[in-house]
């Protein structure tokens, strides 16, 4: 695979909905085009440079896991063929092909649905606090990276800026509604089911992951944005898995390592990418994508 950088879109005769830390979302008719960038954030700050092929990759994984988790719940994506795309966007095949998807535009839910597998990340921290996850009350004298049975939903708000914050299912149910409560954390933990299944066949664990839904018109319960990307996810090698000790994961973990490394504060600007840690970023991305699909991204 040839290795090319999209910092951001500039699209002409396209109206721009909104430049995300990754992401770029046109206005294309009553629909939308989402264009990944190879923007990487790290710390809620956008990183230079960027990494080659990060948006192709990511736009390849969330359609292998479309494909494969059909049947579970209807998701937003239109096409991801920027030939079967309107004229005002195949205008920019070049720049769009294999890192774009024509979607639904939804009315998209305020709350992030997260499943856990594993005891990492913000879920750790609230565990060693309080000994709950998100309202989830666990046994005493687990440790970091201990695998929970049966995973657990753990819902998070989400932020315009800054981190999102852990919240309980009671939270989520007053948010939302308790009838749509209930069907998010059923259809995520379905959804999380299958991959982590599908996942384990190739000696991949997903430690967690998290999904975003909305509804269309119609008013029916719709997956929307990314899924099972290292962007929103932890995968980790089943081969080396251990509790007890934090994991190799197929994600940015090591950026985030490198930049705590150089004393960043993590306040505006961040330190340059050298090139190495750019081509490690890539090639863990590049990885995981073949782990999980048997092939690059195409």
């Given at each position: ?10 699209l ?20 939308l ?44 994506l ?38 856990r ?24 004298g687990?440790?970091v ?20 914050e ?68 932890r ?8 509790p ?55």
């Amino acid at each position: 695979m040839t290795s090319t950088a999209l910092h951001s879109s500039d699209l002409e005769g396209l109206a721009l909905l909104r430049r995300g830390k990754v992401r770029d979302v046109y206005e294309v008719g009553d629909d939308l085009l989402i264009v990944a960038t190879d923007r990487l954030s790290a710390f809620d700050v956008v990183l230079s440079p960027p990494i080659p092929d990060k948006g192709r990759i990511l736009t390849s994984l969330t359609l292998f896991w479309f494909e494969a988790l059909d049947g579970v719940i209807p998701n937003h994506l239109i096409t991801a063929d920027v030939e079967r795309m309107p004229p005002e966007v195949r205008a920019h095949r070049a720049v769009l092909a294999g890192r774009s998807m024509l979607v639904k535009r939804l009315q998209m839910l305020p709350v992030e649905c997260v499943a856990r597998g594993f005891l990492v990340g913000s879920g750790w921290k609230d565990y060693q606090r309080t000994g709950e996850v998100c309202g989830h009350r666990l046994p005493p004298g687990l440790e970091v990276s201990a695998r929970l049975d049966p995973p657990l939903f753990t819902p998070a708000t989400k932020a315009e800026v800054g981190h999102d914050e852990n919240i309980s299912r009671a939270e989520a149910a007053r948010v939302v509604g308790p009838e749509m409560a209930r069907r998010l954390e059923e259809v995520t933990l379905t959804l999380y089911a299958r991959a982590r299944e599908l996942a384990a066949q190739r000696g991949v664990i997903i430690a967690d992951t998290k999904f975003e839904f909305g509804l269309d018109r119609a008013g029916r319960l719709v997956l929307g944005d990314e899924i099972l990307t290292p962007d929103s996810s932890r995968f980790w090698d089943a081969a080396r898995y251990a509790p007890g000790r934090a994991q190799d994961s197929f994600d940015k973990q090591r950026v985030r390592d490198w930049l705590d490394a150089q004393g960043w504060d993590h306040s505006p600007p961040a330190p340059t990418l050298p090139p190495e840690v750019v081509e490690d970023t890539r090639q863990t991305y590049l990885e995981i994508h073949r782990r999980l699909t048997g092939r690059d991204p195409r």
